[in-house]
């Protein structure tokens, strides 16, 4: 059965540093992973995703890549910016007729 | 383009009784899939539907039940309402389902109270 974990569960940064979202897996056959983006009491908005074939992506400021045989996923900000408060899920589906399934999040606060 | 519409936004009801929520996928959308997300469980897939049609389901019991009409606007029931199903119920809609490339959008959810 897939897990997904996210570690930590919140974290706090300084304006204007480069920060890491971390996301591991516990089964390195997946179709796709998804990094998602939700802001307080709203929906998701997806950021990055990443097919199995794939080993990032990159969109502004943010990075994602994967290692499918660490069953881990990163992702960057750079610069970090007050907007970028949030909490970050991540989302990996085993097949094309799977289930998505979530980490519970890495809720991120960007001290001005 | 309007986004994935839900309503309502908040709603309260009470313990033993039934509700519908409604979700409004984005023109053109064909799939939708529902979403439970709690602080202790975190997101949890309810299901998904295509061309009326459910295409995939979670883990939850029978009491939780959804359809899709021909104009893809989808629709969740739950009835006999208990206090663990406080929740934000999120629906998503997908122009491109099952594809490697899958994207999500996602609508801003029913804040659902039982008391």
């Known amino acids: 059965k897939q897990e997904v974990t996210q570690i930590p569960a919140a974290l706090s940064v300084p304006e204007g540093e480069n920060l890491v979202l971390n996301c591991s897996f516990t089964d390195s056959a997946i179709y796709n992973l998804q990094w998602f983006r939700q802001d307080p009491g709203k929906g998701l908005t997806s950021l990055l995703l990443?097919?199995?074939?794939?080993r990032e992506q990159t969109s502004g400021r943010l990075n994602a890549s994967l290692d499918k045989s660490s069953g881990r996923s990163t992702l960057y900000i750079a610069a970090s910016q007050p907007g970028d408060s949030a909490t970050y899920l991540c989302?990996?589906?085993?097949?094309?007729?799977?289930?998505?399934?979530f980490g519970k999040g890495t809720r991120l606060h960007i001290l001005p | 383009k309007a986004g994935v519409t839900q309503t309502p936004r908040y709603l309260i009801k009470t313990r033993g009784q039934q509700v519908t929520l409604s979700c409004s996928p984005i023109?053109?959308?064909?799939?939708v899939s529902w979403y439970q997300q709690t602080p202790g469980q975190g997101l949890q897939f309810l299901f998904e539907y295509f061309s009326e049609t459910q295409r995939n389901k979670g883990n939850f019991p029978g009491r939780f039940s959804g359809r899709q009409f021909s104009n893809s606007r989808s629709e969740m029931n739950v009835s006999t309402l208990e206090l663990g199903d406080s929740a934000l119920y999120l629906c998503a809609s997908s122009p491109n389902p099952g594809q490697e490339n899958e994207k999500l959008f996602f609508g801003s959810g029913t804040q659902l109270s039982v008391l």
């Open positions: 023109s053109g959308h064909r799939s």
């Open positions: 989302a990996v589906k085993m097949n094309r007729d799977d289930k998505i399934i």
């Open positions: 990443i097919q199995s074939s794939q």
